[in-house]
């Protein structure tokens, strides 16, 4: 069946540093893909998606690109604050009828 | 504002009662989502709802209830059935549940304690 895998966390690292999520799929047909992030004791807020192969998703400075050779979708962001403090979670969509199929998530720590 | 809203967002029950959770979305969504996260892990999905009237179990569906009787709405039942019920639960929609890449768009959730 689909998944995903990403890294394990907690990535702990100072502010300005470069961030990198892996993360890595096994689908079926041409998932849809997608980055969310969850602050402490909300919901969830999509953060960017690719929808086919080489696309590159990107917002607030947080980039991914879909690589269907290497079916992975690494978020990167050159340049973290403190605010980036969240929990990622990388997540596939399959054609069929709308099930997400999420990552374990990844807690990202941003130290001053 | 167009959003999702759930409430209320800790709820505290006894063993043994069922309790609901209320979801509305004023997106003009066709498709509803329930889904439960437990520390640590990711999100697992529990019923999900392509249209009004419609909807049908997902992964871990047993001790739960839903209804979808208006567009707006998809409230969940935790029942006395589901033998760990507290968790983190989230409500999300999208504009339609079948292909098209459409992203969901979550709700601020509701923190439920069994005790």
Same mark, same amino acid.
């Given at each position: ?55 590159? !998703? ?39 009828? !709308? ?14 | ?44 999905? @529990? ?47 999208? @504009? ?20």
């Amino acid at each position: 069946g689909d998944s995903v895998t990403q890294m394990e966390g907690p990535v702990t690292l100072s502010e300005e540093a470069f961030l990198t999520i892996n993360c890595t799929y096994t689908a079926t047909g041409y998932p849809s893909l997608f980055w969310y992030v969850q602050y402490p004791g909300e919901g969830l807020q999509l953060l960017l998606k690719a929808t086919k192969a080489d696309d590159k !998703g990107s917002n607030k400075g947080f980039e991914a690109t879909y690589r269907k050779e290497t079916t992975s979708f690494h978020l990167e962001k050159g340049s973290v604050q403190v605010s980036d403090s969240a929990v990622y979670f990388c997540a596939l969509l399959t054609d069929s009828w !709308g099930k997400l199929q999420f990552g374990a998530g990844t807690q990202v720590v941003v130290t001053p | 504002d167009g959003g999702i809203t759930q409430s209320p967002k800790y709820l505290f029950r006894k063993e043994g009662q069922n309790v609901t959770l209320s979801c509305e979305q004023n997106l003009n969504h066709d498709a509803m989502y329930w889904y439960r996260q437990d520390p640590g892990q990711g999100l697992r999905l @529990i019923y999900y709802s392509q249209i009004v009237n419609d909807f049908q179990k997902g992964d871990i569906a047993e001790g739960y209830s839903v209804s979808r009787e208006k567009k707006e709405s998809f409230p969940l039942t935790v029942t006395s059935a589901q033998k760990n019920p507290t968790a983190f639960y989230l409500c999300a929609s999208s @504009i339609s549940g079948g292909g098209g890449g459409y992203e969901q768009y979550f709700g601020p959730g509701t923190r439920l304690t069994v005790t």
